[in-house]
């Protein structure tokens, strides 16, 4: 009898009682350097995962005429990004003095002493060069269909190698803003509005496609592609998210660490879902229709914004800010579209719109940070991500063209700038 009220507890105990262990438990050095340097590298490549989420995202919303171009941007940026942040990105970032504002322009080198490191230098800048890659992603599909494929070139290594470390260097790299107290956690700011403002200011310079706005009041649509691609991209990029949140704990040798991440990647999962809903049941009480392609960047804002504070949130908080940074989808998406503002895949109101609101909520559920601390970071990164672009986008477009021709938009740019048609269409 007492044999089996023995194993009736152990049964209660390993169904309905958390196990406890003692946060103070640790591992010897040698063992958390291999398990951090393991958190960099999963979770790069997780991230890295996200370059092919973007491509498919983006190739499933453009029209049947420019999806090949779209493959070409998407693994092109990528590739330059590996390049110049390995040429000068990572050092411009992280060769910044405490407090101060800009780095060296000097290539990486793995010249650290593992020995007074918790980490292997070399996957700590894999881990930071995909969310350079990330960020130039976010331009991409903004742009589409009526930019020059060699002058975009041209942007991504000057972003990914100059602008975006200067500013992800205010935070991550010690600088100035990180003296001052200000939070992003994996980047709702420092790559996703850094990104949008980019994407933005390439938009207005640009100029919307061809036949996009009439010149009345109404906005001619242009059939997406493929919207199971669209929906497959966005749940390769919802993946890679657990990456880009959970690996920015930046370790995983204590009890505390792996518990961070654990919940990390609940918050983050739930935001999502909470974006999709509140999109499917705005659009079907406003319009009258489900949207889907809402509800997919419905995921993607609720992802951007949980981004900013993905640990500090209770599992209610995360839901709500998620399901708020889906609704600022909507209406960023709206106010563009009056603004006759060109935003072909809505990266705009993902990343620039729901950033913001994602890093500016972070004082809500994270009790060290200031609403004025935060506002000032992400007026800083925008306006300085804004500002730095429209310069880069002037000067390409005033030198060597930025906008195709109509009548090669028209063909579309599959054939005009590419050569190699993604579908086979009919002229």
Same mark, same amino acid.
């Given at each position: 009898?007492?044999?089996?009220?023995?194993? +009736?507890?152990?049964?209660?105990?390993?169904?309905?009682?958390?196990?406890?262990?003692?946060?103070?438990?640790?591992?010897?050095?040698?063992?958390?350097?291999?398990?951090?340097?393991?958190?960099?590298?999963?979770?790069?490549?997780?991230?890295?995962?996200?370059?092919?989420?973007?491509?498919?995202?983006?190739?499933?919303?453009?029209?049947?005429?420019?999806?090949?171009?779209?493959?070409?941007?998407?693994?092109?940026?990528?590739?330059?990004?590996?390049?110049?942040?390995?040429?000068?990105?990572?050092?411009?970032?992280?060769?910044?003095?405490?407090?101060?504002?800009?780095?060296?322009?000097?290539?990486?080198?793995?010249?650290?002493?593992?020995?007074?490191?918790? /980490?292997?230098?070399?996957?700590?800048? /894999?881990?930071?060069?995909?969310?350079?890659?990330?960020?130039?992603?976010?331009?991409?599909?903004?742009?589409?269909?009526?930019?020059?494929?060699?002058?975009?070139?041209?942007?991504?290594?000057?972003?990914?190698?100059?602008?975006?470390?200067?500013?992800?260097?205010?935070?991550?790299?010690?600088?100035?803003?990180?003296?001052?107290?200000?939070?992003?956690?994996?980047?709702?700011?420092?790559?996703?509005?850094?990104?949008?403002?980019? !994407?933005? !200011?390439?938009?207005?310079?640009?100029?919307?496609?061809? %036949?996009?706005?009439?010149? %009345?009041?109404?906005?001619?649509?242009?059939?997406?592609?493929?919207?199971?691609?669209?929906?497959?991209?966005?749940?390769? +990029?919802?993946?890679?998210?657990?990456?880009?949140?959970?690996?920015?704990?930046?370790?995983?040798?204590?009890?505390?660490?792996?518990?961070?991440?654990?919940?990390?990647?609940?918050?983050?999962?739930?935001?999502?879902?909470?974006?999709?809903?509140?999109?499917?049941?705005?659009?079907?009480?406003?319009?009258?229709?489900?949207?889907?392609?809402?509800?997919?960047? %419905?995921?993607?804002?609720?992802?951007? !914004?949980?981004?900013?504070?993905?640990?500090?949130?209770?599992?209610?908080? &995360?839901?709500?800010?998620?399901?708020?940074?889906?609704?600022?989808?909507?209406?960023?998406?709206?106010?563009?579209?009056?603004?006759?503002?060109?935003?072909?895949?809505?990266?705009?109101?993902?990343?620039?719109?729901?950033?913001?609101?994602?890093? +500016?909520?972070?004082?809500?559920?994270?009790?060290?940070?200031?609403?004025?601390?935060?506002?000032?970071?992400?007026?800083?990164?925008?306006?300085?991500?804004?500002?730095?672009?429209?310069?880069?986008?002037?000067?390409?477009?005033?030198?060597? %063209?930025?906008?195709?021709?109509?009548?090669?938009?028209?063909?579309?740019?599959?054939?005009?700038?590419?050569?190699?048609?993604?579908? &086979?269409?009919?002229?």
């Amino acid at each position: 009898m007492k044999i089996k009220n023995l194993l +009736l507890v152990a049964i209660f105990s390993l169904l309905f009682v958390s196990p406890s262990f003692a946060a103070e438990s640790t591992v010897n050095a040698e063992t958390q350097f291999v398990f951090n340097t393991l958190l960099f590298l999963i979770c790069g490549f997780l991230v890295m995962f996200m370059a092919p989420g973007f491509a498919m995202l983006e190739c499933g919303l453009v029209t049947s005429k420019s999806v090949s171009s779209i493959a070409a941007k998407n693994i092109g940026l990528y590739s330059i990004a590996g390049i110049m942040f390995w040429l000068c990105g990572y050092n411009v970032a992280y060769g910044i003095s405490e407090g101060g504002f800009i780095g060296t322009f000097s290539p990486w080198s793995d010249g650290t002493d593992f020995a007074k490191d918790s /980490y292997a230098a070399g996957s700590d800048w /894999y881990f930071q060069m995909v969310f350079a890659a990330t960020t130039a992603s976010i331009v991409s599909g903004t742009l589409a269909e009526r930019i020059k494929i060699w002058p975009f070139f041209l942007f991504v290594a000057i972003l990914t190698g100059v602008l975006y470390p200067i500013e992800m260097g205010w935070q991550w790299g010690g600088g100035w803003l990180a003296a001052k107290g200000f939070s992003d956690f994996a980047g709702s700011t420092l790559v996703h509005a850094a990104g949008g403002a980019a !994407a933005l !200011a390439g938009a207005i310079i640009l100029g919307p496609r061809v %036949g996009r706005f009439t010149s %009345g009041k109404n906005l001619l649509p242009f059939a997406a592609s493929s919207i199971p691609l669209a929906t497959l991209g966005t749940f390769v +990029l919802w993946f890679g998210w657990f990456g880009f949140n959970g690996g920015s704990q930046l370790a995983l040798g204590t009890f505390a660490d792996a518990s961070a991440i654990s919940t990390i990647f609940i918050n983050t999962n739930l935001a999502a879902a909470a974006g999709v809903l509140v999109n499917a049941l705005i659009t079907r009480f406003v319009g009258g229709k489900t949207d889907v392609v809402m509800m997919l960047n %419905g995921a993607l804002g609720g992802l951007v !914004a949980i981004t900013a504070e993905p640990l500090a949130p209770s599992p209610i908080a &995360a839901i709500c800010i998620g399901g708020i940074g889906a609704a600022v989808v909507i209406v960023g998406t709206s106010l563009l579209e009056k603004l006759k503002i060109d935003d072909v895949v809505g990266a705009i109101p993902v990343h620039l719109f729901a950033g913001i609101w994602g890093t +500016l909520a972070v004082p809500i559920t994270n009790k060290d940070t200031s609403f004025a601390t935060q506002f000032l970071g992400t007026f800083s990164v925008v306006v300085f991500m804004f500002v730095a672009s429209i310069i880069v986008w002037s000067i390409l477009k005033a030198t060597v %063209g930025i906008r195709i021709s109509d009548e090669a938009q028209k063909k579309g740019t599959d054939v005009s700038e590419i050569g190699v048609r993604a579908y &086979a269409i009919r002229d």
